[in-house]
């Protein structure tokens, strides 16, 4: 029981540092489809673009 307090502390720690950062991480996902985009020559634009859709989805909202 303690373990799993511990480590939903741990989680919700997290997720509060994600919130307060969200703007940032945001750009790291935009930098990193774009730095996907050009080593594959964009062959794999919409399978990208879907995956910092969802990358960003999972950030939690700005508190």
Partial sequence: MK????AKA???KGME???KNADKIENAIDKTAAAAETKTGGKLTSQI?????AAKRAI???K
């Avoid at 373990?3 to 511990?6: K, Q, S, V």
């Avoid at 673009?49 to 859709?53: D, L, N």
């Fill in 17 to 19: 540092a994600a919130s």
């Fill in 60 to 62: 939690p909202p700005k």
């Fill in 3 to 6: 373990l799993t307090g511990a």
């Fill in 10 to 12: 741990l989680v919700d």
């Fill in 49 to 53: 673009q879907r995956a910092a859709f």
